[in-house]
């Protein structure tokens, strides 16, 4: 048996020099801004992305990848090794059709292949941990069978929990509700959004103010790890003010041995909107 490779989406925000590192495929998602179609982290990225839609007058929609673009790169790493198991890891099938395309796509090669399709539940970094974690087994010649056990054991130890801006983005977008939209635009009420274990978009609560919000989440994540050793990403849209702050504030609090940064990307984006900042955590 081969060495174990690993596909993921763009919608993992994973920083390309990482991917490339690790040996990770990625299949880009797409978003759009009127007649102009983008590949998501190929050819636009984050810093591009936030300044585009700084100026549109109008939200960028996306668009998941088709069955023929997983396909495609599932056969070539067949092609360049069919004796090596492939594990694809997307974001939550409950938010794209990403996973669904892949699951297409395996079904339509037509060589006996080994491939381990899985939808995360989750999204960006709160996937994209486990995609390096497996990438990084992979690379020290774990088996197929150990990498998705250290997946599953991730799935029950991961917490994210992301601010916005505005719930604006997320509403057109269809991923709440209107109600909860109009409750996040007044009164400086800041709602602490995180992904339940079916993977949608979730108001955990809701505080009067960034401090406030912030100060909840560590409330939120003590219960969960207490002083245990942990990991953490911390990641953002545009513009790391309130997340270096909230950084400081986890920092400060928890028994961190592992951390690492990363910007929000263009797919994910375009549903948070700019001034969101997320922090993921799990034990080590």
């Known amino acids: 048996m081969g060495k174990v490779r690993i596909v993921t989406d763009s919608t993992a925000d994973i920083p390309a020099e990482v991917r490339e590192r690790l040996g990770i495929e990625m299949v880009p998602l797409k978003v759009i801004f009127g007649q102009e179609t983008y590949l998501d982290a190929v050819t636009i990225n984050s810093e591009q992305f936030y300044e585009?839609?700084?100026q549109s007058t109008a939200l960028p929609t996306t668009s998941q990848p088709s069955p023929l673009e997983f396909a495609e790169v599932y056969q070539r790493l067949l092609a360049e090794d069919a004796e090596s198991p492939i594990i694809s890891i997307h974001l939550s099938a409950a938010l794209s059709g990403?996973?669904?395309s892949a699951v297409i796509?395996?079904?339509m090669l037509e060589e006996q292949s080994d491939i381990t399709i899985i939808d995360s539940k989750s999204a960006s970094f709160g996937f994209g941990m486990r995609v390096l974690k497996a990438a990084e087994m992979?690379?020290?010649g774990e088996s197929k069978e150990r990498i998705l056990d250290e997946i599953k054991r991730l799935d029950g130890e991961l917490k994210l929990y992301f601010l916005v801006d505005t719930l604006e983005y997320l509403q057109k977008g269809g991923r709440i509700g209107k109600a909860s939209a109009l409750i996040g635009s007044i009164?400086?009420?800041k709602p602490i959004l995180s992904l339940d274990p079916d993977g949608v978009v979730l108001a955990v609560d809701k505080v009067r103010?960034?401090?406030k919000a912030m100060a909840r989440i560590v409330e939120l994540l003590k219960h969960s790890f207490g002083d245990e050793p942990v990991a953490i990403t911390i990641a953002w849209t545009h513009?790391?003010?309130?997340?270096m702050e909230l950084c400081e504030l986890v920092k400060n609090n928890f028994n961190v041995q592992e951390i690492s940064y990363t910007t929000i990307g263009a797919v994910i984006g375009t549903?948070?909107?700019p001034g969101t900042s997320a922090v993921f955590m799990y034990r080590l």
Not at 239 to 243: M, N, Q, R, Y
């Open 52 to 54: 585009k839609l700084a």
């Open 98 to 100: 990403t996973y669904q």
């Open 105 to 107: 796509a395996e079904s």
């Open 138 to 140: 992979a690379q020290a």
């Open 187 to 189: 009164l400086n009420i």
């Open 209 to 211: 103010g960034s401090k």
């Open 239 to 243: 513009g790391d003010d309130t997340a």
């Open 271 to 273: 549903h948070t909107g």
